[in-house]
């Protein structure tokens, strides 16, 4: 070929590249943009392009996108965080949550309502790390996260989770400082003596690994439960969870509402000034209008949302993330506070900054939510029912820069 033929060649080639490239890959276009993160409130769109967030502004141009989203009446947020689900799922029998039965598949349940980054919350222990990470982390869509358990068997019930023997500091802190990529921190659940063995253990994994621990307290102390004062101000750090922050449970550990005087404990606003996290942790026994509404009254605002998903709650009355979130907005907090809750709070607390925002060059995880106006019921476990005329359903999930969830086939074009 001679040197005409090939400049003609190669200007062709330029030409046509230029003609056939778009800017973005996916432009998401004219929703309510909520992004507490960056004070966003307002009609915006969003352009994607190589899984990142290119560009956020009133107005970006449909000739630029590859794929255009009409999110016109919806609302477009940063994908949600869960921190407290139960995903270490498997074949063990008696396993309970760690490589057992009563936890979920991520993928089934996390992008249909908007999920994008879940946290197992304390099914994983220092011994099977391994195993949830090849059996769950490797193979799921979703971005799965560990509160590692500071029992090395993990949450495999019963005696299992009694045995002070198996709560190594040192073991446990290390795994996790091995695997930053996917621990978060440590939890403790389910203990029933009245000793803070646990919680002192695992505030020292944290010291080790610097990571928060997350508290599920005392369980069975129910004539005499440890003191959630002393837990506050004397055993957790700043920046330390509480979950299960909505729960009465018959009188097994003490409560946010006094379950005499029925009023907000006087020293809990002042745990989360301190910095105390209080997440919901819905679960199946863990939630109560009747500790919720007069919380909420006296200011107790939840820090982050949560679920506390596995196979017992799931078909109870917590259902998922956006039941959750429902419940709240419901109750009076408002959306974007609501959004905050299960977006840049969670991702704060679980130190991934780089999640839970649409700032320009995060990474492209958004949900696409549609608030149904209706008449609908919520309820807990002890029948109480709250009714409201607004409800969060996904319309679709973008994780990584790619649709994931699609309900009424907006992506298609
Ligand atoms: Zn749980």
Same mark, same amino acid.
């Given at each position: 070929?001679?040197?005409?033929?090939?400049?003609?060649?190669?200007?062709?080639?330029?030409?046509?590249?230029?003609?056939?490239?778009?800017?973005?890959?996916?432009?998401?276009?004219?929703?309510?943009?909520?992004?507490?993160?960056?004070?966003?409130?307002?009609?915006?769109?969003?352009?994607?392009?190589?899984?990142?967030?290119?560009?956020?502004?009133?107005?970006?141009?449909?000739?630029?996108?590859?794929?255009?989203?009409?999110?016109?009446?919806?609302?477009?947020?940063?994908?949600?965080?869960?921190?407290?689900?139960?995903?270490?799922?498997?074949?063990?029998?008696?396993?309970?949550?760690?490589?057992?039965?009563?936890?979920?598949?991520?993928?089934?349940?996390?992008?249909?309502?908007?999920?994008?980054?879940?946290?197992?919350?304390?099914?994983?222990?220092?011994?099977?790390?391994?195993?949830?990470?090849?059996?769950?982390?490797?193979?799921?869509?979703?971005?799965?996260?560990?509160?590692?358990?500071?029992?090395?068997?993990?949450?495999?019930?019963?005696?299992?989770?009694? =045995? $002070?023997?198996?709560? /190594?500091?040192?073991?446990?802190? +290390?795994? %996790?400082?091995?695997?930053?990529?996917?621990? !978060?921190?440590?939890?403790?659940?389910?203990?029933?003596?009245?000793?803070?063995?646990?919680?002192?253990?695992?505030?020292?994994?944290?010291?080790?690994?610097?990571?928060?621990?997350?508290?599920?307290?005392?369980?069975?102390?129910?004539?005499?439960?440890?003191?959630?004062?002393?837990?506050?101000?004397?055993?957790?750090?700043?920046?330390?969870?509480?979950?299960?922050?909505?729960?009465?449970?018959?009188?097994?550990?003490?409560?946010?509402?006094?379950?005499?005087?029925?009023?907000?404990?006087?020293?809990?606003?002042?745990?989360?000034?301190?910095?105390?996290?209080?997440?919901?942790?819905?679960?199946?026994?863990?939630?109560?209008?009747?500790?919720?509404?007069?919380?909420?009254?006296?200011?107790?605002?939840? =820090? $982050?949302?949560?679920? /506390?998903?596995?196979?017992?709650? +799931?078909? %109870?009355?917590?259902?998922?993330?956006?039941? !959750?979130?429902?419940?709240?907005?419901?109750?009076?907090?408002?959306?974007?506070?609501?959004?905050?809750?299960?977006?840049?709070?969670?991702?704060?607390?679980?130190?991934?900054?780089?999640?839970?925002?649409?700032?320009?060059?995060?990474?492209?995880?958004?949900?696409?939510?549609?608030?149904?106006?209706?008449?609908?019921?919520?309820?807990?476990?002890?029948?109480?029912?709250?009714?409201?005329?607004?409800?969060?359903?996904?319309?679709?999930?973008?994780?990584?820069?790619?649709?994931?969830?699609?309900?009424?086939?907006?992506?298609?074009?």
């Amino acid at each position: 070929m001679n040197l005409k033929y090939r400049l003609l060649l190669i200007v062709m080639v330029f030409t046509c590249s230029l003609v056939s490239a778009q800017t973005y890959d996916m432009l998401i276009k004219g929703g309510r943009l909520i992004d507490p993160k960056n004070n966003i409130d307002a009609t915006m769109d969003i352009a994607i392009k190589d899984g990142k967030v290119a560009k956020v502004a009133k107005s970006i141009s449909e000739k630029e996108a590859g794929k255009v989203i009409a999110a016109q009446g919806l609302v477009v947020t940063p994908g949600l965080i869960d921190i407290h689900g139960h995903v270490f799922h498997g074949t063990e029998p008696n396993h309970y949550l760690s490589d057992g039965l009563t936890a979920l598949p991520p993928d089934g349940f996390t992008f249909r309502v908007g999920v994008t980054t879940i946290v197992d919350c304390g099914g994983v222990g220092w011994k099977n790390f391994d195993t949830f990470k090849k059996n769950v982390i490797d193979v799921s869509k979703t971005r799965v996260l560990s509160f590692m358990n500071i029992v090395g068997e993990g949450m495999r019930g019963g005696a299992w989770e009694q =045995n $002070t023997g198996d709560m /190594d500091a040192k073991l446990s802190g +290390m795994v %996790a400082k091995q695997n930053k990529k996917y621990i !978060v921190g440590f939890k403790v659940a389910h203990y029933g003596s009245r000793d803070w063995i646990p919680i002192d253990r695992a505030v020292e994994a944290g010291r080790i690994a610097d990571m928060p621990v997350i508290v599920d307290f005392g369980g069975s102390n129910e004539f005499d439960p440890l003191s959630i004062k002393e837990l506050f101000f004397e055993r957790l750090r700043p920046g330390d969870i509480y979950t299960h922050t909505y729960a009465e449970l018959n009188g097994a550990r003490e409560t946010v509402i006094n379950r005499k005087s029925r009023e907000l404990e006087p020293f809990i606003l002042d745990a989360q000034k301190r910095g105390i996290i209080f997440d919901v942790g819905y679960g199946g026994a863990s939630f109560e209008f009747k500790q919720a509404i007069p919380a909420l009254a006296a200011g107790l605002y939840p =820090n $982050t949302i949560s679920t /506390d998903l596995h196979t017992g709650s +799931m078909n %109870a009355a917590m259902k998922d993330q956006l039941n !959750v979130m429902t419940t709240f907005l419901a109750m009076g907090m408002e959306l974007p506070d609501v959004i905050e809750a299960s977006t840049w709070k969670p991702a704060q607390v679980i130190q991934r900054v780089e999640l839970g925002h649409l700032s320009e060059g995060a990474i492209a995880d958004i949900s696409i939510l549609n608030i149904r106006d209706g008449e609908f019921t919520l309820w807990d476990r002890t029948g109480q029912k709250v009714p409201t005329n607004h409800k969060l359903e996904c319309e679709l999930t973008v994780k990584d820069g790619r649709v994931v969830y699609d309900l009424n086939g907006r992506s298609i074009q």
